[in-house]
């Protein structure tokens, strides 16, 4: 994956973060709109891969990560894996990355860094005031799951975990440090 000095076309700071474009590549048009509306809005980890061919670039990518490493990774597969749907010659390279540039933005639960949407349904858990019992599960992936109970904490927390699981057999090919459930404090 990339490493610290690659080469870089251009950085833009934005307030919390930074985008940071590898190299100029050709995009279609609805790349160029998911690029810059889908792509760049989001402060997490973030990360975009076109195909290295020549002409307008296949692309995927992947939003509002845990992990730097994982946002690279997923955004690669999803990438070369249109590549071969589509019969196109790859393989796909990082083309850009949103990276968090200030440690306010990032939110660290059990010291694990949670994603985007986990950080936000853990906020949720934290304010409601509701729930006598309550309990949050999240992955390193982004799965998250919140649990209440009128019966018991225990309650709410098995109701936590079966939401989460059921979201990570929707992942199963990542390995398991990545989407086993972990419950938050």
Known sequence: LLQAGASVADEVDREGYKVVRYFDKTLSRKGKRVFSKAFVEYGYFSAFAVSATEGEATYGYTVGTSDRDFAQKQALANCNGYLKTNGEKGPCKLYAEVIPSSKQRVHIVNGDTLSQWSAQGYARYLTDQKNPFKA?????NGGWAY??????????????????RGY???????PKDITNCRLAP
């Open 136 to 140: 949050f599960a999240y992955t390193k």
């Open 147 to 164: 649990g209440k109970s009128a019966a018991s904490a225990e309650d709410a927390q098995r109701k936590a975990l079966k939401k989460c």
């Open 168 to 174: 990570t057999k929707k992942t199963s090919s990542l």
